[in-house]
């Protein structure tokens, strides 16, 4: 529950919010609704079922945090943060609830007190994580107007992030079709096959997406089929494409080898020996393998493209 304060610490910084102090008081769980534009979107029944055993043994030690309404005859309060101690009530039918009363500037001050909270915790999925970065930043740009970066970089400092490249590749996942964004919700695909699914065209990240979970393949193994397909012609599934197509994935693909590589160079000095001294020799072995093959890939594209620039300059 401490990671609930944080949250709420963490988003009050960010948005400069003076709190005033907030009333707590034990309300009807009936008497509150969901807040719609809550972030998380997916509760897990177990995890709902441990967090009443654990309020029915001991008590509820963190309050939830509510907004009053009015204009609605069935309900007083709308939550802020709290929703899976709501639903735990709700399913386990504990009648009563501990609240925190807040005020609110506005419904996007409400889902970024949310957002602040569920990140703090961890608790969304990466693709419910796309999809609230996404409201963040084009709220603080409509809200606040804020260009794009500045937007960023306060959604930024409200999910305790560093990284341009965890935001970008976090909204690389919007490209991916429904049918994969689903797959990603069910943890049936991981969130870095995702993003190496996100720069094909639609037919194709549907495609290996199947592939991968029907043959059961480890997150390695999926991203090197994905690799491998790279730059194949989709030809032979009776799919035509234009060269804007191969134009399209081309410019995805640079765009995440900068992000990517971006992501990797920007942790600290000394963190890779951290991360692999005590891993099995063997692992060490197949990134070097893999890094040297990259480069041989990225050396081949290199050469390729400028043979491109000298005949566009000669065709001048």
Known sequence: MKDTIAGEVVAQKALKIVQEPAIELVVQVARIRPFKGQPRKDFDEVELKEIANSMLAGGQQVPVNVRRIEGDPDHDYELIDGESRYWACIN???????????????????????????????SLKSIETAFAIKEAIEGFMREEK??????????????GITSDAWVTQHLQ???????????????????????????????????YARYVIENNLSKSKALS?????????????????????????????????????DMMLSLPIGSFKKIYMKRPPEEIEKVIEAIREEII???????????????RTQSK
């Open 225 to 261: 089929y994905i690799r491998a397909n790279r730059l194949k012609n989709l030809s032979s599934s009776g799919i035509k494409r234009d060269p804007y197509d191969d134009y399209r994935i081309a410019k995805r693909f640079f765009k995440n080898l900068s992000n990517n590589s």
């Open 297 to 311: 890939a990225l050396a081949q594209l290199r050469v390729e493209f400028k043979d491109i620039l000298k005949a």
């Open 92 to 122: 386990e039918g504990i009648p009563t609830i501990l609240v925190r009363i807040k005020e609110v500037k506005s419904d996007f001050d409400q889902f970024i007190q949310s957002l602040a909270s569920n990140m703090c915790r961890r």
């Open 146 to 159: 804020m260009d794009q970066k500045e937007a960023i970089q306060k959604v930024k400092a409200i999910c």
């Open 173 to 207: 996942l919007l490209d991916l079709e429904p049918e994969v964004q689903e797959l990603l919700r069910k943890k049936l695909i991981s969130f870095q096959i995702g993003v190496a699914l996100s720069s094909y065209l639609p037919e194709s990240q549907i495609q």
